[in-house]
């Protein structure tokens, strides 16, 4: 079966530009995650969705960062005026509703890059 | 704040022998710890997990044991082989958060020599 996929791999960006990343979860999987991967560091929490509604956003770092589900199966987030502090490694992660196991099924990422 | 903490970046181990990583984390409201393996380029994938209400869970050649009074988790392999040789990240979870939002440590470099 497929797993978590996002597009594009990767994505080099000028300073002030905005970026859209996209993943597509697993079929049927309420639970959608996005996750920011510092070079050398583990996954950081950025939002959460249940379906297509945003529960949590807490660890988006400024206004500047944005996501969606709005049919509660494709993401999108998105990244206005980029900052070379944006560069990163943006995970995909989604888990279906009632696993005991909080397990989640991390995509490949997308690795952005700011120069 | 790092609530989720892996102070060794890395291990270098001998095929055959046991590999241990360990974690730490100080949360307290943490109940339920995962091991995730990262290969270069790629997600990464679950391992095995383990509940707060036990102190061991074991799926083949891994174990994970769990200390809650020293809040302290450990995954050892046993025996390794040079195809574990990846990146391991500890990651917990606050079951009253209700959806698994996941906290993760720095991760531990495996290399397993042939």
């Known amino acids: 079966g497929a797993g978590v996929s996002q597009s594009p791999r990767y994505k080099v960006a000028k300073r002030g530009q905005d970026v859209a990343l996209r993943c597509d979860p697993i079929s049927g999987h309420v639970s959608l995650f996005w996750y920011q991967q510092a070079l050398g560091q583990g996954p950081e929490f950025l939002t959460y969705f249940q379906n297509e509604a945003q529960l949590d956003k807490s660890g988006l770092p400024s206004d500047r960062f944005f996501a969606e589900r709005p049919e509660g199966s494709v993401s999108t987030l998105k990244i206005q005026r980029t900052q070379q502090e944006d560069s990163a490694v943006y995970l995909c992660?989604?888990?279906?509703?009632?696993?005991?196991?909080?397990?989640?099924?991390f995509g490949p990422g997308t690795r952005l890059t700011v120069t | 704040d790092q609530q989720v903490k892996q102070n060794s970046p890395s291990l270098s181990v001998q095929e055959g022998r046991i590999s241990i990583l360990n974690c730490d984390y100080t949360?307290?409201?943490?109940?339920?710890f995962l091991w995730y393996k990262k290969y270069p380029a790629e997600g990464p994938t679950f391992l095995i997990s383990?509940?707060?209400?036990?102190d061991k869970n074991e799926d083949g050649r891994f174990t994970v044991f769990l200390n809650k009074s020293a809040k302290h988790l450990s995954l050892h392999i046993v025996p390794s082989q040079p195809g574990d040789s990846a990146v391991y990240f500890c990651?917990?979870?606050?079951?009253?958060?209700?959806?698994?939002?996941?906290?993760f440590g720095q991760g531990t470099i495996l290399t397993v020599h042939p």
């Open positions: 992660a989604s888990s279906s509703r009632g696993s005991l196991t909080y397990e989640q099924y």
């Open positions: 383990i509940s707060s209400i036990k």
């Open positions: 949360n307290s409201m943490f109940d339920y």
């Open positions: 990651a917990a979870s606050n079951g009253g958060t209700s959806y698994g939002k996941l906290t």
